[in-house]
């Protein structure tokens, strides 16, 4: 079956412009993650989210980065005022429940200039 | 606070030869640690978790709660084991994940 899906693969802003990400989880899973992972670093926790509400937003780095799930199923993180330090390859991950395996996306690579 | 910590950041090991991965983490409650492979190429995906107590592709860890460690271990490395492995950590509510910074396996034939 389909796995999680990102998109997009990649992307490339301005500092200060706004981006959105998405991601498409398997279908049926009721936990989703968010992860920002920099170079040369482990993926690092921004948000949980069971079901359409944020169970843990605490990763979250400041109020610039924003996540949605609205359904459910697709989740969307958004980032205002994107800084040079924003620049790092975002990773989704979903689950059945949250003690279970965690299947990551892709990830989508953001570069702010 | 760094919660889980691989020292090595690369180990290179010969075909055949036994390979440790180090893990420790600093967590005082009941925590459920992993390990999740990344090969060339692909997508980071879960090699094996301490409740499960399982060999997956001859890797086996064993959670030493008095030496807060989760070492990764393989008796004989294979040229297909050579990838970037990362230690996790969640707490008992699953809510938050940590990861460790990685270690990277190269396996000379």
């Known amino acids: 079956g389909a796995g999680v899906s990102q998109t997009p693969s990649n992307k490339v802003t301005e500092k200060g412009k706004y981006v959105e990400l998405r991601c498409d989880p398997i279908s049926g899973h009721t936990a989703l993650y968010w992860y920002r992972q920099s170079l040369g670093q482990g993926p690092e926790f921004l948000i949980y989210f069971q079901g359409t509400g944020a169970a843990d937003d605490s990763g979250l780095p400041n109020d610039r980065f924003f996540a949605v799930r609205p359904e459910g199923s697709v989740s969307t993180l958004k980032i205002q005022r994107t800084e040079r330090g924003d620049s790092a390859v975002y990773l989704c991950?979903?689950?059945?429940?949250?003690?279970?395996?965690?299947?990551f996306g892709p990830g989508t690579r953001l570069t702010v200039l | 606070a760094q919660r889980v910590t691989q020292p090595e950041k690369l180990l290179s090991v010969f075909k055949g030869a036994p390979v440790e991965l180090k893990c420790n983490y600093s967590y005082s409650g009941s925590p459920e640690l992993f390990w999740y492979v990344q090969y060339s190429r692909q997508r980071l995906q879960l090699l094996l978790r301490?409740?499960s107590r399982e060999s997956i592709k001859g890797f086996t860890a064993d959670l030493n709660k008095g030496e807060t460690s989760f070492h990764l271990k393989k008796p004989f490395a294979q040229e297909e084991d050579s990838a970037m492995y990362y230690c996790a950590l969640s707490y008992d509510t699953g809510n938050q994940f940590y990861f460790g910074t990685g270690t990277s396996l190269t396996v000379i034939p």
């Open positions: 991950a979903s689950s059945w429940d949250s003690y279970n395996e965690q299947f």
């Open positions: 301490h409740i």
